[in-house]
Every structure is written in structure tokens, then in C-alpha cells.
Nanobody
Framework: QVQLAESGGGLVQAGGSLRLSCSAS????????MGWFRQAPGQERAFVAA????????KYADSVKGRFTISRDNAKKMVYLLMNSLKPEDTAVYYC???????????????????WGQGTQVTVSS
């Protein structure tokens, strides 16, 4: 069992930066690949970034490549999403998820994730 809680969202101007955090509880956190997804009003939950259990493997949506960076600290049971050069179209609720795999190239699919946090709102003003 893994419980997740996101934090760090807020209101930021276009071009600014935010760092989202996802704290996890449970003894097996380091066995899970982790992902960030986002959901804008009226849209489906969309993949943002994923990271393998060791941190060696990462994957990004094309829309955030070069702007966002995912990282994890297994000792602290934390996952982070550093978001730079934010755009109004990045506005959404951001969720972190835990998938019971070391790594999988299909971690851009919500169906691979067993656990989700409650989400944190990110709003980027133009």
C-alpha cells in the first residue's frame, strides 16, 4: 500500500517556475516507478513525466521536454517535478502516481498506476 500527497502548486506568471513535491508513505516506495500527470478542466488526465525506481530512467511528454525535470529521493520517499518556463497551457491539477514496476516504457498510460494522490492545482497566468 502506498499513499501519496502532492504539494507545491500555486499561481505563477508565464515564464516562471514551480517545484511540485509528492510525498509517499509505505514500506515499498523504492519498488515503484513514479509518474506525474495533469488534468485540465474538461480534459482527460494526461501524462507529464515518469521516473523509474532507481531514478536512472525518465520519460517526458513532448510538451514539457526541456522545461520540466522529474526526480526522486528514495530515502525521503519523495518525488519532485521542477517546472520551468511555465506557460498558460500548463494550467491543470497535477497528480502523482505510483506504478508497481522498476521501469516500463508505457508509464505514460494511467492504467499502469495503482495509486494516486489527491492533486495540486497549478495556475499559470499570461
Amino acid at each position: 500500500q502506498v499513499q501519496l500527497a502532492e504539494s507545491g502548486g500555486g499561481l505563477v506568471q508565464a515564464g516562471g517556475s514551480l517545484r511540485l513535491s509528492c510525498s509517499a508513505s509505505g514500506p515499498t516506495f523504492s519498488s515503484y516507478a513514479m509518474g506525474w500527470f495533469r488534468q485540465a478542466p474538461g480534459q482527460e488526465r494526461a501524462f507529464v513525466a515518469a521516473i523509474g525506481w532507481s531514478g536512472a530512467n525518465t520519460k517526458y511528454a513532448d510538451s514539457v521536454k526541456g522545461r520540466f525535470t522529474i526526480s526522486r529521493d528514495n530515502a525521503k520517499k519523495m518525488v519532485y517535478l521542477l517546472m520551468n518556463s511555465l506557460k498558460p497551457e500548463d494550467t491543470a491539477v497535477y497528480y502523482c502516481g505510483a506504478a508497481p514496476y522498476p521501469w516500463d516504457e508505457k508509464l505514460d498510460r494511467t492504467s499502469l498506476y495503482d495509486y494516486w494522490g489527491q492533486g495540486t492545482q497549478v495556475t499559470v497566468s499570461s
